[in-house]
């Protein structure tokens, strides 16, 4: 179903409502044409009843919007902290001599790039980058087996490893938020209590039909936003409306201003996946 995510949100939302509307107008027409109406006077009887299911259903469906809303800041908040702890740790690298500072750089812009052109867009399709994270792990296997050659390095050295160890902590936190989801038991949840409030509401008597196909298709137009808006919130580093990588490009983008001749060569290496 990963292809759901990977619609626009215009598409997204068309196709959900198209269903949602279709199975509330199915259910309507069904009842009344196999006589299953209820009768004027247990209309209200009924009516308190599905209120009561669609107080039920809506604070729960409430509740799972805000608490996706809220998964889907956490991650923004993830990014700009792991984009602080590595534009920290660029700067910690001007304490080391240009010898060992500048391959270092080299390495540490190397993964950025990789990051912004391959691990993002795979992270859209619930996809892993194998070359990102080597470029990773061999930048931090640079930094912990450093041997300080002067006093000044010897300094810093300390706090290159806190910058590493912070920028590696924040990664490993926007990743595993990024790819939480709401999970197949609550999708379960949402799906088959939106299908009981819009097929109890079915069996409402109304005299006039075309009154009551609008009515129900208003219930079952509002379901599907719902779940479009659930959607589009859910996995917030999957699909067209992911987390923006802003952060990091706009890092890039200072690392390429002030020192790009430096971090220009050698180039980038290439992107592999493993199979």
Known sequence: MHWLYDLPIPLLAALLLALSIAYALGAAALVRRLGWQLSADDNGTAAALHA????????????LVVSAQDDYSDVEQAVVSEANATGDLYRGLLGLEPATRVPLRRDLAAYLELLLRDEWPRAR??????ATIQAVDHLADQVYSLRPATPQEALVYPQLTTQMGDMLDARRLRVFLGGQGVGEVTWTIVIVGGLITLGFAAFFRMENRRAQMILTGLMGAMYGLMLTLLVSMDHPLWGSVAVDPGPFEQLRANWLRLHGDDLAAPPAPPVTQAP
């Open 125 to 130: 399709h619930g996809e892993t980058s194998a």
């Open 52 to 63: 009561f299911i669609g107080v039920m259903y809506a604070v729960a469906l409430g509740l």
